[in-house]
């Protein structure tokens, strides 16, 4: 349904639409009826249109994620932890989040010279980086553990 609707065609077909209302204005005396018949229709089809968007907006997300997931969960070097994370709590988040930032601006402070072969900098960060990691891994596997038991409390 959403194909159809986010068709060219669809497109054509309600222009067309419009066209023949409104060229059926003076016929009916352009009264009240003949506008409250665009106003209801319009209504109704953005009505729907928007829950339309947003279950295949929901489709797509949940495909992204599982995606993603399938992506930590193969790579070797991933956490595991972090596969499912959309489950935590804000405050959970926010925890890994500020973490991940972290680690991001220390990477961007030894970009400066990143494109030379030989880069101190990088090298610098990169074992600071690694105890950062150690300590977002750390972070991560607390805040997945909290679930956990959350989630065995629930289902007690």
């Known amino acids: 349904m959403a194909r159809a609707v986010g068709h060219p065609a669809a497109f054509i077909i309600a ?7 409104a060229m059926s204005g003076p016929i009916f ?5 003949w506008q409250l018949i665009i106003n209801t229709s ?8 928007v829950f339309l968007i947003q279950n295949t907006q929901n ?15 193969a790579h070797e070097g991933a956490h595991n932890a972090v596969l499912d994370l959309e489950e935590l709590s804000e405050g959970d988040l926010a925890k890994i989040r500020d973490r991940y930032e972290s680690l991001a601006e220390k990477a ?6 990143i494109m030379e072969e030989d ?4 090298d610098a960060v990169t074992e600071e ?22 989630a065995r409390a629930g289902t007690r």
């Open 59 to 73: 489709r797509d997300t949940a495909a992204l994620q599982l995606k993603i997931d399938e992506l930590i969960r």
């Open 29 to 33: 005396g352009f009264s009240d009826t």
């Open 129 to 150: 980086a690694a105890e950062d990691e150690a300590e977002a891994d750390e972070a991560v596997a607390e805040a997945a553990e909290e679930q956990a038991e959350h």
């Open 42 to 49: 319009t209504t109704i089809i953005t009505s729907l249109i």
């Open 119 to 122: 880069c101190p900098a990088l």
């Open 15 to 21: 222009l067309g639409l419009v066209i023949v209302w």
């Open 108 to 113: 961007r402070t030894a970009q400066s010279g």
